[in-house]
């Protein structure tokens, strides 16, 4: 059975304090994402990993950076936190296929950490 | 810019009836069309998904439509459930984009007996 965790489901937070969300995919997926769903705004990409060591910016990267040392795993890093940064942060894995008509892939989510900033 | 735009919002439907949820896209790249639906507290999760190579897909009730040259595509749910009450996410990706799809801003779905 396909599997995401992300390593807490709540965290409150001070804000300026250095943050790391873990995830962590046993599916072999080469694909890693994090998004932050807020209501009224649905979810954005905020950075996706592609390979191990390999990093892509989303749509909101400013204030955010990640890490991939392990295929399985991708974090979240908020240098320091903020009170804009209050949000649920969901973490999502898919399979890279070459075929270039392939085209997307299915993406597994993890259930998402809710963070509070204060 | 909003690439996909999703609407409406919210929607509330009597038990037994249609739910129709809407989507527009801007870029003529995108060639992959999924749908999620999340419920509380879990991660949204595939629903189903179309490629504009045709304009139909069904999987039971659920019923994707898809109009290439008005750049828009539709869920259909029939006969809707209680247990469909959920929040559903249209998106679009395109197949040199490093497989990453861009979400809507999601409709919340209830289903009332």
């Given at each position: 059975?396909?599997?995401?965790?992300?390593?807490?489901?709540?965290?409150?937070?001070?804000?300026g304090?250095?943050?790391?969300?873990?995830?962590?995919?046993?599916?072999?997926?080469?694909?890693?994402?994090?998004?932050?769903?807020?209501?009224?705004?649905?979810?954005?990409?905020?950075?996706?990993?592609?390979?191990?060591?390999?990093?892509?910016?989303?749509?909101?990267p400013?204030?955010?950076?990640?890490?991939?040392?392990?295929?399985?795993?991708?974090?979240?890093?908020?240098?320091?936190?903020?009170?804009?940064?209050?949000?649920?942060?969901?973490?999502?894995?898919?399979?890279?296929?070459?075929?270039?008509?392939?085209?997307?892939?299915?993406?597994?989510?993890?259930?998402?950490?809710?963070?509070?900033v204060? | 810019?909003?690439?996909?735009?999703?609407?409406?919002?919210?929607?509330?439907?009597?038990?037994?009836?249609?739910?129709?949820?809407?989507?527009?896209?801007?870029n003529?790249?995108?060639?992959?069309?999924?749908?999620?639906?999340?419920?509380?507290?879990?991660?949204?999760?595939?629903?189903?998904?179309?490629?504009?190579?045709?304009?139909?897909?069904?999987?039971?009730?659920?019923?994707?439509?898809?109009?290439?040259?008005a750049?828009?595509?539709?869920?259909?749910?029939?006969?809707?459930?209680?247990?469909?009450?959920?929040?559903?996410?249209?998106?679009?990706?395109?197949?040199?984009?490093?497989?990453k799809?861009?979400?809507?801003?999601?409709?919340?779905?209830?289903?009332?007996?």
């Open positions: 059975d396909v599997k995401v965790t992300q390593s807490s489901r709540y965290l409150v937070k001070r804000t304090e250095k943050v790391f969300l873990e995830c962590v995919q046993d599916m072999d997926h080469e694909n890693m994402f994090w998004y932050r769903q807020d209501p009224g705004l649905g979810l954005r990409l905020i950075y996706f990993s592609y390979d191990v060591k390999m990093k892509e910016k989303g749509d909101i400013e204030g955010y950076s990640v890490s991939r040392e392990k295929k399985e795993r991708f974090s979240l890093i908020l240098e320091s936190a903020s009170t804009n940064q209050t949000s649920m942060y969901l973490c999502a894995s898919s399979l890279y296929l070459p075929n270039i008509l392939a085209g997307g892939e299915t993406q597994y989510f993890g259930p998402g950490t809710r963070l509070l204060l | 810019q909003q690439q996909v735009k999703q609407s409406p919002q919210s929607l509330i439907v009597q038990k037994g009836g249609i739910s129709i949820i809407n989507c527009a896209y801007e003529t790249a995108f060639d992959y069309f999924p749908w999620y639906q999340q419920f509380p507290g879990k991660g949204p999760a595939l629903l189903i998904a179309i490629r504009p190579d045709v304009s139909e897909k069904k999987e039971g009730r659920f019923t994707i439509s898809f109009n290439k040259s750049k828009q595509f539709s869920l259909h749910i029939m006969d809707s459930q209680p247990g469909d009450s959920a929040t559903y996410f249209c998106a679009a990706g395109d197949s040199g984009g490093y497989q799809v861009t979400f809507g801003i999601g409709t919340k779905l209830q289903v009332i007996p």
